[in-house]
C-alpha cells in the first residue's frame, strides 16, 4: 500500500474567499455629446454637466445585442486573469434581449462555455452588486471555483429618445469581473456585502407595464439615493473592520457625480478617493461599476490591496455595496462584436 503523503493543503470555509483575478469592459464606438442631445432636445451641455457631471455616453448601433455587449466585456474579463474558461456566468442587467430566456446562457455559449451554469439577477443599477454577492457566496459556500459577473445594458433600448429627463443620463455599456476562489486575506478577496431594497419606491423609476420607456422621478430618487448610499457604504465598510475614512477608493454607481461626491463628504472622504467616469460614459446601470473600476485601474488610481467599498443604488428601489481588497487586476477593453 502505498505511504499517504502530507494532506493536501485546504482553506477552511472560514478563510476561503471569492478573488477577483479579471477585469473586462466593452463600449459601443459611437460616442453622443451632450452638444449633439441639444441639437434636437430643449437642453444644453452646461444643464447637463452641471447637475450630472456627464459630458459625453456611448450609444449602440441598431440591431446590438445587451448579449453581445456582456460577451465581449466577458471575453475581455477572462483574458485579463489569463483564463480560458469559468464555471459560472451571472449577467446583471436591466435590458435582457428577451424576457424569456434570461440573456446568460446565450453569453456562456458564445464564450465557449457551454454547460456552465448561466442565469440573470435583475436589480437596476445595483445589479452588479448583487451579482457579486451571489457569486461571491458560491465560491465560498463551495459550490463553484470560478464565476464571471458581468453588468450589461443596452438602455438605448428603454430611453425615450424625447425625454430630456432620461435621454441625457443613461449610456450603453458593459463591465465584467472574474471572481475565484482564494483567501480573505489575498489581494482581489471579496471581503462583505450589504443588500437592501423598497419596493415602495417601484415607480420611481420604471418603465410601467404596457410601455417601451424608461420613466424616472429624478428628484425624488436623487433624495434617497445619497443618504441610502452613505448608510450601506458605512455598514460594509464597518463589517469589514475599516473606519469609513480607511475606504482607499469608494466606487459608487455612476448616476450622478453631485451624488457621489455628497455621498464621499458624508463619508468624510477627500475627492481623489471617488472613482469617478461619468463624464466619459454616463449611466450605464449594471454596467457602471465594473466600468468605473476598469477606469481607474487603467489610469493607475488603484494600488494592489487598496481597500475598495462598491456602492450602488436604483430601481427597485435597490441598493447594496460590497468591500473587497484591490487585486491589482489589469482591466482588458474589447469592441463589441459585429453581428453575426
Ligand atoms: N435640460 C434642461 N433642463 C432640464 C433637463 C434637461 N435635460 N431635465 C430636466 N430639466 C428641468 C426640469 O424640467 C426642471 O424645470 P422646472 O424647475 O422648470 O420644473 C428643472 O430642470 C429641475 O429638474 P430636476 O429634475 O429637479 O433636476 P435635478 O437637479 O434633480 O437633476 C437629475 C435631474 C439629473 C435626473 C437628478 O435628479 C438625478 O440625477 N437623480 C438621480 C438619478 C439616479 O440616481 N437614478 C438611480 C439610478 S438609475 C436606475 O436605477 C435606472
Known sequence: MPTPGPPAPR???????????GLGTSLPPRVVTNDELAQRLDTSHDWIIERTGIARRRVAAPGTTTAAL?????????????????????????????????????????????????????A????????????????????CGSVLVIGAELYSAIVDPDDRSTAIIFGDGAGAVLLERGERSAPGAVLHHDLGSDGEGRDLITVPPGERFLRMRGREVYV?????????????????????????G???????????????????????????????????????????????AGQGRLARGDRLVLTAFGGGLTWGSTALLWSGARP?????EPLS
Not at 12 to 21: G, I, K, M, Q, T
Not at 130 to 143: D, H, N, T
Not at 332 to 336: A, N, T
Open 332 to 336: 482588458v477593453h474589447q469592441e463589441v
Open 124 to 143: 437596476v443599477c445595483s445589479g452588479f452588486v448583487y451579482a457579486l454577492s451571489v457569486a461571491s457566496s458560491m465560491i465560498v459556500a463551495g459550490l
Open 224 to 248: 434617497r439615493a445619497v443618504p441610502t448610499m452613505t448608510a450601506s457604504a458605512r455598514r460594509v465598510a464597518e463589517a469589514a473592520g475599516w473606519r469609513p475614512g480607511e475606504i482607499d
Open 250 to 296: 469608494f466606487v459608487g454607481h455612476q448616476a450622478n457625480l453631485r451624488i457621489l461626491q455628497s455621498v464621499a463628504k458624508r463619508l468624510e472622504l477627500p475627492d481623489e478617493r471617488v472613482i469617478a467616469n461619468i463624464a466619459e460614459v454616463g449611466n450605464t446601470a449594471a454596467a457602471s461599476i465594473p466600468l468605473a473600476l476598469a477606469s481607474a
Open 70 to 122: 456582456a460577451t465581449a466585456a466577458g471575453r475581455a474579463a477572462l483574458a485579463s486573469a489569463g483564463r480560458s474558461s469559468c464555471e459560472t456566468v451571472i449577467v446583471a442587467t436591466t435590458t435582457p434581449d428577451r424576457s424569456c430566456p434570461a440573456t446568460a446562457p446565450s453569453v456562456a455559449t458564445a464564450l465557449g462555455l457551454t454547460g456552465a451554469a448561466a442565469f440573470d439577477v435583475s
Open 11 to 21: 482553506t477552511s470555509a472560514s478563510a476561503r474567499a471569492a478573488v477577483l483575478s
